[in-house]
């Protein structure tokens, strides 16, 4: 991907990172009894948001990566996003390093907000490509 590709991805992941962190963040809220949601767990979602979307360079490439390559920066990613929310929910005291359990609806969370953020990204590309090959049909008059 180049450097444009990779920042007009992050303008438009971060709001749906963001988005679904927040509604998340309700969710576990609401489950552990709590009914306010704190200005300083706002501004840690925010901090979350910000660096797992920042994360997206690891896909930055001059040239097209092979298949092993991309599926290496899928995996590195995701590793990068799920220990980043996992580190910054550990400093915020949302789980607890003693209780392993405190980490299963946490990490279930981030895994559905990094899922949310997969179908969406696929669903652009598709629709990007669709549009590429409709124009390659009406300059070529060939379907693809």
Not at 59 to 88: C, D, M, T, W
Request: proline fraction near 2%; charged fraction near 15%; include cysteine.
């Amino acid at each position: 991907m180049s450097l444009l590709e990779i920042r007009k991805s992050i303008t438009r992941n971060f709001f749906i990172i963001f988005t679904c962190s927040i509604f998340v963040l309700m969710i576990l809220y609401l489950m552990a009894g709590m009914v306010m949601i704190h200005m300083r767990d706002v501004i840690a979602v925010l901090v979350i948001s910000i660096l797992t979307d920042l994360c997206f360079l690891v896909f930055y490439s001059q040239k097209e990566p092979s298949k092993k390559e991309q599926l290496v920066r899928n995996i590195i990613h995701a590793v990068l996003v799920i220990g980043i929310a996992l580190g910054v929910a550990v400093y915020m005291g949302w789980v607890y390093i003693g209780l392993p359990f405190s980490f299963l609806p946490f990490l279930i969370a981030s895994i559905l907000v990094y899922i949310i953020v997969a179908v969406s990204e696929y669903a652009h590309d598709k629709k990007i490509a669709k549009k590429l090959n409709q124009k390659l049909e009406e300059k070529y008059g060939v379907a693809s």
